[in-house]
């Protein structure tokens, strides 16, 4: 993007009446100066430059960023300029995250909840370490870093501009939950069998890469309705989010471009849905589709669809258990008088998307490595920065020192991109469709092995290196990834090397 289109639409985020898709109703806001909106576009401007790393590019989180070491930790430090009056808040908030709950009832009534069905116990057993999640591994591998969305076509849908309208699985509702509490029957496992393919790259290289099929077993309600429309998702990891949330809308939908004007074959879509907390349309920037919109309704939406935690934003003491399961609607809950007839109080549920919103990027390896510069250039060349953007500057804001105003690198731009039909899960979610995924942020991915013991990528976990990963890539990446195959393969592994770094 030219500097001159950046720089008007940093100068908007912070001056004209925000639209319902703009708005940042979740952020307490100080608006930009007209200096301060020149200053950012030309410093978020992607560099032509590979001779040095450039200004503050270390610290892919501004003064957010772990300087702590690169060790399996290195996901759960909180943010570096984390405030007294925000440190025993997000304590607290670790502690609701880690919590193992239980079944109702139960003499425990602060952990009292569970289920009646679920994916897992804790929000920390879907992200080890705040890191990756995987697919299993073997069949007893019971990988609840993984679940499976469900939906049929049709239904109401919201009065938003490309919304696609979609109904839970009348039996199942919205996913699968391979775990129940006593008395209750899980609702099925999960098989997936790999058939591999071979890619031979211009130097002679063969990769071997896995494509999955997916098998819901032993399904314990009955069959599912033949429309089913399935999305198997691995839980991401978790660093940054808060920053996420920080970068002004109107930035990125200015890096927007749906119908290709530019001609580049690059058209980034935003998912617009339909805020829970705020009642009005606001742009997804969370989860592999961008279908949530704030840290704090994709918290609360976590509590009731995986653990069967009803929340105020989610009410549903019964978790995900449909109109159809009549025994597990009826079951004991969690829901207390003291808290207001739910499971967790919003105090918690604050505490916990506070957590969540102060876990630190870690600080960046090797930027000024020779390899690591050529591969930074390898990849900047060859398009990935048309959807991997770069950098972005946050909003200035009242209450939340932390993540102010702050010059990041997650390498994403959060919208929307056809991946291809090799990655397609047929499945739409809000404006997205079954071919696209949101660009996933690529800070800490060097650390994934360090952190989640394993190297797998993409929404399923199917790339088993991130070499795999970029060969997946199709659709709008396909000409990047053409060339990725062609490259030579010093230049390949320059890029793999500027990858490890972030």
Not at 122 to 148: I, K
Request: aromatic fraction near 8%.
């Amino acid at each position: 993007m030219k500097i001159a289109t950046l720089a008007f639409a940093v100068f908007c985020a912070g001056y004209l009446p925000a639209t319902s898709q703009t708005a940042d109703p979740h952020l307490n806001l100080v608006p930009r100066t007209p200096a301060e909106a020149l200053r950012i576009a030309a410093v978020i401007s992607p560099t032509t430059s590979f001779t040095q790393a450039e200004a503050f590019e270390r610290m892919a989180g501004g003064a957010t960023t772990s300087l702590a070491p690169s060790d399996a930790n290195a996901f759960n430090h909180p943010s570096s300029n984390l405030t007294d009056e925000h440190g025993m808040d997000f304590a607290i908030g670790t502690a609701f995250f880690e919590k193992l709950w239980v079944s109702s009832p139960s003499a425990t009534l602060a952990s009292n909840g569970l289920g009646p069905l679920y994916n897992a116990r804790s929000c920390a057993q879907c992200h080890p370490g705040n890191g990756r999640g995987h697919p299993p591994e073997s069949p007893e591998d019971n990988a609840v870093s993984m679940l499976m969305r469900l939906s049929l076509m049709g239904g109401e849908a919201p009065d938003i501009e490309g919304y696609i309208a979609t109904l839970p699985e009348p039996t199942y509702g919205h996913q699968l939950q391979d775990f129940a509490t006593v008395g209750h029957a899980a609702e099925y496992s999960l098989n997936i069998s790999y058939t591999e393919t071979e890619v031979t790259l211009a130097d002679g290289t063969v990769v071997s890469l896995r494509a999955p099929t997916y098998t819901a077993d032993n399904l314990a309600y009955g069959p599912l309705h033949t429309t089913t429309m399935f999305s198997p998702r691995v839980a991401p990891p978790m660093l940054g989010l808060g920053l996420l949330e920080a970068i002004p809308a109107a930035d990125i939908l200015a890096n927007a471009d749906p119908d290709d004007e530019n001609g580049d074959g690059i058209s980034g879509r935003a998912n617009i849905l339909w805020s829970k907390e705020f009642d009005q349309p606001l742009l997804g920037r969370f989860s592999l589709k961008a279908n949530e919109p704030t840290i704090l309704q994709q918290t609360a939406d976590a509590f009731v669809g995986d653990l069967g935690i009803g929340n105020h934003i989610n009410p549903q003491t019964w978790g995900e258990c449909s109109q159809a399961q009549t025994e597990c609607r009826a079951a004991p809950h969690g829901g207390e008088a003291i808290y207001g007839g739910l499971e967790i109080t919003p105090e918690s549920l604050e505490m916990t998307a506070l957590f969540v919103r102060n876990i630190a990027v870690p600080v960046r390896r090797n930027v000024d490595d020779p390899q690591v510069l050529h591969g930074k250039q390898v990849f900047y060349e060859t398009g990935c920065v048309a959807c991997h953007t770069p950098k972005f500057v946050t909003h200035r804001l009242a209450d939340q020192p932390e993540q102010s105003f702050q010059l990041i690198w997650p390498y994403s731009d959060l919208l929307l991109h056809d991946m291809g039909d090799g990655l397609a899960d047929n499945r739409p979610d809000g404006r997205a469709t079954g071919v696209e995924w949101r660009t996933p942020p690529l800070w800490g991915i060097g650390l994934t092995e360090t952190v989640s013991g394993h190297t797998y990528f993409l929404h399923d976990g199917r790339a088993r290196n991130l070499l795999e990963a970029v060969l997946w890539h199709g659709g709008e990446a396909q000409a990047s990834r053409d060339a990725v195959v062609k490259m030579p393969a010093v230049d390949r592994a320059a890029l793999i090397a500027f990858l490890e770094s972030l």
